[in-house]
């Protein structure tokens, strides 16, 4: 155990910092504001196309997919130094997170060329389109339908909560492609263009406001997209949803140790009872990081356990849920208003901590249901890591 | 920080897994807490196997995987109480096979001659009937002395493996000779070095008694009520570095300097009052620091040990034809039982790991781990004790000594609530930026933040 890095994690640190000092956008620059995540500000188009090309924006990837192929705790340090100026290396996470890293992990050359590639370099934007009406913690279930038909599939159905879909230029889209296999076994992953005839996005408000548009219903109507956009083996959409999503989750919770942070120097405890709660969090976000970076050490040595990383994200999720009601209630009649106590931002800013705390708190449940709710993760934790009997 | 055990650290923790598992058998715990089986010999085993030798600050994470193992094993020995209490406060004093144990409250200094009478009962002393020495601390520095020098007396406790014990001074006399020159006041030493490994005990010893505590008065509060038992002007000359006249020290400011509560009220109060004046290291010590750890990592391995018990429960027992561990109202109450002692176990064992490394973080880490191992008895005995139904409301059942060993820990030293105020108090006198949390006190200060909201990269899905 060692309390710190060693000198090549360190100097790699120092110098991700000289590029921030040099070149991180200031707030004028910076004045337009993502109104969605799939919308990126011509500015922060700039911004990740610069990181991209210096090879800071996924320093793990190699040069030709915005990398410099870091080690994993380089990456690590990278990603702590972006928080702690509460900047993104993106500002369409689940295009870069997720959709991006798919296309690495599973696509052909081609696809990687012609996908991967503009949405690193922020030229184009993507979206998350699993979760449907009827399938949301039980995703295995998606109804949406894609039938081969020569080279093109044809697909049929609705999703639901598809985050930035209106601001978005392609969907990466998990379809049912055969209906008669088991409910894992049948689905398989299209990359649909938004611009699809047949596909019809319909955003819709969040608990923050009727004009804070980011949710998105997305209709397909025989929509046909060419079968050179289907991502990894027909019928093994499985392997890609848990591939994508393990690969993310390695350090998915250092959002939340990013939060309880920010969180640590925004909440201003009032009674001792706010103290107390105060030092809960002080305690939750140092427990997070000593957690995740043994979770880190594992995974550079190459152990995946993507089951041990349902602990950091229920705990860290839970933690900065339970400190921003905290600080909430603490705020008193100041928190009733929207959108800013804190600061003149205009009602369209998105920032958490940027927000009134009522809108923060709120906002903290993205973090217990999105990605897994908390329940499932429980039951996660129970019956992959302890050993509990499934029912 | 890569916080992981190392290879020499795994290594070990098997050895010591291996050796508990041979020397300290369940049924060995039961014959102690059954029929009065006497510990000596298991004692004499942790000494024969060098346990009691890992007294150098930077062995602190190895005697913290001992400790969790012991704390596994509801070790029936004064093993914690010798290695976290008595020899930090002892540093020239401790000797493998001796048993140890501190007061650390209730207990004054008079002048008398060349040294001084200590008169007083300390009411809750860990270990403190079976120990061969004791250290005490009072307002005129920390001593040790034989057991025959004081009264003390088992005071019959719920927890069956436990000893604490009423211990009276009567008119003990004690002499410079017997001054352990300990460590009890915050670490200058310890905040200004980097992270090189130095026995601490060296420089504690060659430091001049316990000068270090004349540091303490930030501390009005322990003044304020415990009262003057103990004047200036009378220990002049062996307390160097106090300040004017009017310095009245007690037993609680020491209390408060090596910022160590007791459990009694006053040892509670002083213990948080020297958090709140102090920057971020005060009221931290070596003392203070281990002491705290110690328990921590004794709880939670306490702790793991209920939630092992508990899973090896609701996976045999069957009601409505499934195993119980089948249905989700248990499973969940399971996972949060692992999720406390996953967040417990990595403070308690990132204090030790500061405490090895000299690191400046030491007191607030020791807060930390001392409050979250608090917090993780608290659902683990909860949910343990719910989820075992009737069966763990038997004496028979084993379950009892770790949750009681658990829950005993929470007693002591202080509990999760008061280290938790200590703590807040701490951070918020600490330098922590005031006024609009957009206008500073972070990296790139003065340039409105840059980001599109964090729930969005919190949850991608
Ligand atoms: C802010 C936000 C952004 C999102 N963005 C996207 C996106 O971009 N793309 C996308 O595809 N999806 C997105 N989602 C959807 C997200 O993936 C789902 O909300 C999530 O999977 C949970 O599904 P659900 O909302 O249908 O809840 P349900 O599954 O209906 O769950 C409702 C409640 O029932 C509980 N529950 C359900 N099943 C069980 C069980 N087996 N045991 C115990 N309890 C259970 C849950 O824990 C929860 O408390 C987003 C969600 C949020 C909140």
């Known amino acids: 155990m060692r309390l710190t890095f060693d000198g090549d994690v360190e100097s790699f640190r120092a110098e991700f910092a000289a590029f921030l000092a040099e070149h991180a956008p200031d707030g004028a620059e910076a004045a337009e504001r993502s109104r969605s995540s799939a919308h990126v500000p011509e500015w922060a188009r700039r911004w990740q196309r610069l990181l991209f090309d210096t090879g800071w924006l996924l320093p793990g990837n190699p040069p030709e997919y915005g990398g410099r192929n870091a080690t994993l705790l380089q990456q690590y340090v990278h990603l702590e130094e972006l928080a702690r100026r509460r900047i993104y290396h993106s500002y369409n996470p689940q295009g870069l997170g997720i959709v991006a890293a798919s296309l690495l992990s599973f696509g052909t050359e081609e696809q990687k060329r012609r996908w991967a590639v503009p949405i690193l370099r922020a030229e184009i934007t993507a979206a998350l389109g699993m979760s449907e009406p009827g399938a949301g913690s039980d995703l295995a279930g998606l109804r949406t339908r894609a039938v081969l038909d020569g080279d093109h599939f044809v697909v049929n159905g609705q999703k639901v909560w598809t985050s930035g879909a209106h601001d978005a230029d392609v969907l990466l889209t998990f379809v049912r492609t055969d209906p008669d296999a088991p409910k894992h076994k049948g689905i398989s992953v299209l990359l649909v263009p938004t611009a699809t005839p047949g596909v019809t996005r319909r955003p819709f408000g969040s608990i923050a406001g009727a004009d804070d548009l980011d949710f998105n219903e997305v209709f397909f109507e025989d929509a046909r997209v060419p079968a050179a956009n289907l991502l990894g083996d027909l019928n093994d959409g499985w392997r890609v949803a848990t591939g994508s999503l393990g690969h993310e989750r390695t350090l998915l919770w250092l959002s939340f140790a990013a939060r309880l942070e920010e969180l640590a120097e925004d909440f201003r405890p009032v009674t001792p009872l706010d103290r107390d709660a105060y030092a809960t969090l002080l305690m939750d976000a140092q427990a997070l990081r000593l957690l995740g970076s043994e979770a880190l050490a594992r995974a550079d040595r190459g152990e995946q356990d993507v089951a041990a990383l349902s602990v950091l994200k229920l705990l860290g999720s839970e933690a900065v849920q339970a400190a921003s009601e905290r600080a909430l209630e603490a705020a008193g009649p100041g928190a009733l208003a929207h959108p800013a106590t804190t600061a003149p931002h205009a009602h369209l800013h998105l920032e958490a901590f940027a927000a009134g705390w009522f809108e923060r708190y709120a906002r903290s449940f993205a973090g217990t249901i999105a990605g897994g709710t908390s329940e499932i993760q429980r039951t996660i934790i129970a019956e992959r890591l302890l050993g509990l009997p499934r029912k | ?461």
């Open chain 2, 1 to 461: 920080m890569l916080f992981e055990f190392d290879a020499d650290q795994r290594l070990w923790q098997d050895s010591v897994r291996r050796a508990v598992a041979k020397e300290c058998p369940p049924a060995l715990v039961r014959a102690v807490a059954d029929e009065a089986a006497d510990p000596g010999p298991l004692w004499r085993a942790w000494n024969r196997l060098g346990w009691t030798e890992l007294t150098a600050p930077g062995e602190a994470v190895e005697l913290a995987i001992v400790l969790e193992e012991l704390g596994r094993a509801a070790d029936p020995t004064p093993y914690l109480a010798t290695m976290t209490q008595f020899a930090p406060l002892a540093p020239g004093d401790h000797r493998p096979g001796v048993a140890g144990a501190a007061v650390l409250d209730g207990v004054t200094a008079r002048p008398d001659g060349g040294g001084w009478l200590l008169d007083g009962t300390a009411p809750h002393v860990l270990d403190g009937d079976r120990a061969d020495r004791l250290a005490v601390v009072t307002g005129a520095g920390v001593f040790t002395v034989p057991a025959e020098a004081v009264t003390a007396t088992r005071v019959p406790a719920f927890d069956p493996l436990l000893h604490v014990a009423e211990v009276t001074f009567d008119g003990v006399l004690v002499t410079t000779a017997d001054a352990t020159g300990a460590d009890t006041g915050p670490d200058t030493d310890t905040a200004e070095r980097t992270d090189e490994r130095t026995d601490e005990r060296a420089d504690t010893r060659t430091s001049a008694g316990i000068n270090a505590n004349s540091r303490a008065g930030t501390s009005v509060g322990a003044d304020v009520r415990t009262g003057a038992n103990f004047s200036a002007g009378t220990d002049a000359g062996t307390i160097t570095g106090t300040g004017g006249g009017t310095d009245v020290r007690t037993a609680a400011d020491v209390r408060t300097a090596a910022g160590i509560g007791t459990g009694t009220s006053a040892g509670v109060d002083v213990c948080i009052g020297a958090g709140i004046g102090g920057g971020v290291s005060a009221g931290s010590s070596y003392a203070r620091d281990l002491a705290l750890t110690g328990m921590a990592v004794t709880m939670v391995g306490a702790c793991r040990r209920v939630l092992d018990l508990t899973l090896e429960h609701v996976r045999s027992r069957h009601q409505f034809g499934a195993p119980i561990g089948s249905y989700q109202a248990v499973k969940h109450k399971a996972a949060d039982m692992h999720v406390a002692v996953r967040r417990a176990r990595a403070l308690a064992y990132y204090a030790a790991l500061t405490i090895a490394a000299g690191d400046p973080r030491r007191g607030t880490a020791a807060t930390m781990a001392k409050a979250a191992a608090g917090e993780c008895q608290s659902v683990v005995f909860r949910n343990g004790l719910q989820l075992f139904g009737a069966m763990g409301f038997t004496w028979e059942n084993d379950v009892q000594f770790a949750l009681k060993r658990a829950k005993a820990g929470e007693l002591m030293l202080g509990g999760a609530a008061e280290h938790r105020a200590r703590l807040a108090a701490e951070h918020l006198a600490g330098g922590r930026p005031t006024g609009d949390p957009l206008a500073g006190g972070r990296p790139g200060a003065g340039r409105p933040p840059v980001t599109d909201g964090g729930e969005r990269h919190a949850a991608h899905l």
